[in-house]
């Protein structure tokens, strides 16, 4: 098998694709998963005014119809909601913006426009999915951010079409974020690099993974200045406010990208004196860093070796 591989960006990130090609057969062509992606994004963003997300929040309380693809993102939203018990939760938009994160971190054309509120956060089992008609009907006052779902699930999607297309095995990372599947360039599998904190010259750890998702959530990825307070993108549900976690970022491994991805939000909330008896709580694989730089790690990475002084 040869690998072959395909850098860009999408969904304001940078994108990595590795494709194992079958041997003897024609070669899978990658252009076909980079254009998937480039369409999940214009359907997905939050930040264009004509993409079905905002088409949604723009007609609260009434039918919306969408791309088959954004149905699937709405019904993995709420799967994803339901498995944290509310802690991954798409309807914290309102606040978000509130707190200053209205325009494209990359892109200061791009921009979230809200309807006139009051708004709510919550509410995701009154959202109404209709796969026949392909329409998604979100309550009055509730807004919709997929957030890293978003690029978890897409992560997945271009994996299984790369399968589909004959591919041994694919791999597809958005901001680092990523599925794989399938056979693997190295015969211990896809070789993955977790990132400190603050990412550096070189990454926390390295570690091997046959098939999954992994997903790292941090305080420190997305920060700015509002009113004099500095912020992050981590959003507590329960207090509608931005979290008082004491973790600077929580990788996951999962069965899925859009799995690791809500479950690495819902860790980051837990805080260090929970998160690693959340994680084992649903029987996840995956390590947390402290503000103060100390890595916490489920017991079956304890054989991890990192390259961050103080991690136990």
């Not at 940078?14 to 494709?19: E, T």
């Amino acid at each position: 098998m040869a690998a072959t591989e395909h850098r860009g960006t999408v969904m304001a990130c940078q994108l990595h694709i590795i494709v194992n090609q079958p041997d003897g057969g024609a070669p899978v062509d990658l252009d076909g998963a980079v254009d998937l992606l480039d369409h999940l994004e214009a359907r997905w963003s939050r930040f264009l005014p004509d993409s079905d997300i905002t088409r949604i929040n723009d007609g609260a309380g009434t039918p919306v119809a969408v791309a088959p693809e954004t149905v699937r993102l709405v019904e993995t939203m709420r799967a994803a909601w339901d498995l944290t018990q509310g802690r991954y939760d798409p309807t914290i938009l309102p606040i978000l913006v509130a707190n200053g994160y209205a325009t494209s971190r990359v892109d200061a054309a791009r921009s979230t426009v809200l309807p006139a509120g009051p708004f709510r956060v919550g509410a995701m089992d009154q959202i109404t999915v209709d796969p026949a008609a392909s329409t998604v009907t979100i309550p009055t006052g509730v807004a919709l951010d997929p957030g890293g779902i978003g690029k978890g699930l897409a992560a997945d999607t271009a994996v299984a079409l790369l399968l589909d297309g004959g591919a041994d095995g694919a791999l597809v990372s958005i901001g680092g974020d990523l599925a794989c599947a399938g056979s693997a360039p190295e015969p211990d599998g896809w070789r993955v690099n977790i990132e400190r904190a603050d990412p550096g010259e070189t990454p926390l750890c390295r570690t091997m993974i046959d098939h999954g998702g992994v997903a790292t959530s941090s305080t420190r990825s997305r920060r700015w200045d509002h009113e004099g307070r500095p912020r992050h993108h981590a959003i507590d549900p329960a207090t509608g406010d931005q979290s008082d976690t004491d973790l600077a970022a929580v990788t996951v491994f999962a069965t899925s990208g859009w799995r690791a991805e809500a479950f690495a939000t819902a860790a980051l909330l837990a805080g260090s004196r929970s998160v690693i008896a959340y994680l084992d709580s649903h029987h996840l694989s995956g390590l947390a860093i402290t503000g103060d730089g100390d890595v916490l790690r489920t017991g079956d990475l304890s054989d991890l070796e990192l390259s961050l002084a103080g991690g136990r």
